[in-house]
Each structure stands twice: as structure tokens, then as C-alpha cells.
T-cell receptor, first 110, second 110 residues
Framework: NAGVTQTPKFQVLKTGQSMTLQCAQD?????MYWYRQDPGMGLRLIYY???????DKGEVPNGYNVSRLNKREFSLRLESAAPSQTSVYFC?????????FGPGTRLTVT | TQLLEQSPQFLSIQEGENLTVYCNSS?????LQWYRQEPGEGPVLLVT?????EVKKLKRLTFQFGDARKDSSLHITAAQPGDTGLYLC??????????FGKGTRLSVIA
């Protein structure tokens, strides 16, 4: 049982480049989330999807877009990367109270 | 404004010592969760508390939810190096996504 998978694990981008972070879960969960984690800032919610076909902004959505492709997959897109988006990105899914997290993507924007 | 304040931010102790970390808020939560995150991995749920005054034990870890459901504590007895990690509390407020604290980074030295 893979749980929540994320690709890629590491990525380096130049300012202005675009990329999509992929996330998939095999637990048949309705809700999925994207967080960023920065030193001293904890986990901050970027976007979430309460169910297939819906997405909502979280605490820090600026500079990001998301797509809930189907029940399994929830992608995060950076259209024009900025150094301030250097962070570790975590995807999570949930059906009830517990959130299950992926292993994270470490993104560096130079 | 941080909805959930965790203290201390950092804690370094010797193996065998006891410790308590705190999660405080001025808001009332429907439930509160504690997660542990090890380096290079995503957070993993340790416990969920839902009733004011509730105490849950997980081996050497004791979790308490305040009577007013505004705060929680995590007590570790006889800490071991394997307890090292980032401890995050997360609160549920109605139908909104979980709110995370910034975490307590614990280091247990052998």
C-alpha cells in the first residue's frame, strides 16, 4: 500500500520557470491538500480539495494553481517560479480527521 | 496571528529525561491532533483527542486535551533518541481544514 506519493522528490528551478508537482493517493480519500513547510513557519496550507471537482484556497495560495485531476490525483503548478517559493512541499489526503502525508518535494528556486 | 502556539520551539534533552511540550490557543477546537515528523519525511499522526479533559497514552507518550478544548500537552517519559523529531499539533475548527502549529523540535541525546 503506497499511501500518498509525490514526484519529484527534489527539483531546482530558475526564476520564471514553471513546473507541476504531482501527488497521488491510493486510499480512496475524498480530501487532498497541498502544504509548504519553511523553517520556523510550520505547515502552511496552499490549496485544498474537499472532494473531486472542487478546490479552495488556503492560507498562502498566491503564485500557485491546483488541479484535482480525479479522486486519486491532485497537482500543484507554479507558473512562474520565484525564490520565495523555495520550500518543502507536502501533499496530504484525508477521509476523516487524520491526514496522511506524502514524503515531500524539496524545491529550490534560484 | 498564529492560531495555535507551540512551546517550547526547541528542546534538547538527555536520554532518560522527562519532558512536556504545549499547544495553546484562544480558540475552541472540535478536536486536536499531534503529529511527529522525522527529517526528510512527512508528518505522521500520533493521536487525536476530541473530548475536553481527555487523556490518551501511547507507550511513553501521554496526551492531554484541556477541559475547555483550547489547549493540549504532550508528555514524554524517559525520552529516547528515537523520540527525536518535530512535534506538530493541529486543531480542527468546524468544517475548515486543520490548523497547524509551528511545532516543537525535540532532540534527545544519547
Amino acid at each position: 500500500n503506497a499511501g500518498v506519493t509525490q514526484t519529484p522528490k527534489f527539483q531546482v528551478l530558475k526564476t520564471g520557470q514553471s513546473m507541476t508537482l504531482q501527488c497521488a493517493q491510493d486510499m480512496n480519500h475524498n480530501s487532498m491538500y497541498w502544504y509548504r513547510q519553511d523553517p520556523g513557519m510550520g505547515l502552511r496550507l496552499i490549496y485544498y480539495s474537499a472532494s473531486e471537482g472542487t478546490t479552495d484556497k488556503g492560507e498562502v495560495p498566491n503564485g500557485y494553481n491546483v488541479s484535482r485531476l480525479n479522486k486519486r490525483e491532485f497537482s500543484l503548478r507554479l507558473e512562474s517560479a520565484a525564490p520565495s517559493q523555495t520550500s518543502v512541499y507536502f501533499c496530504a489526503s484525508s477521509q476523516g480527521l487524520e491526514q496522511y502525508f506524502g514524503p515531500g518535494t524539496r524545491l529550490t528556486v534560484t | 496571528t498564529q492560531l495555535l502556539e507551540q512551546s517550547p520551539q526547541f528542546l534538547s534533552i538527555q536520554e532518560g529525561e522527562n519532558l512536556t511540550v504545549y499547544c495553546n490557543s484562544s480558540s475552541v477546537f472540535s478536536s486536536l491532533q499531534w503529529y511527529r515528523q522525522e527529517p526528510g519525511e512527512g508528518p505522521v499522526l500520533l493521536v487525536t483527542v476530541v473530548t475536553g479533559g481527555e487523556v490518551k497514552k501511547l507507550k511513553r507518550l501521554t496526551f492531554q486535551f484541556g477541559d475547555a478544548r483550547k489547549d493540549s500537552s504532550l508528555h514524554i517519559t524517559a525520552a529516547q533518541p528515537g523520540d527525536t523529531g518535530l512535534y506538530l499539533c493541529a486543531g480542527e475548527l468546524g468544517n475548515t481544514p486543520l490548523v497547524f502549529g509551528k511545532g516543537t523540535r525535540l532532540s534527545v541525546i544519547a
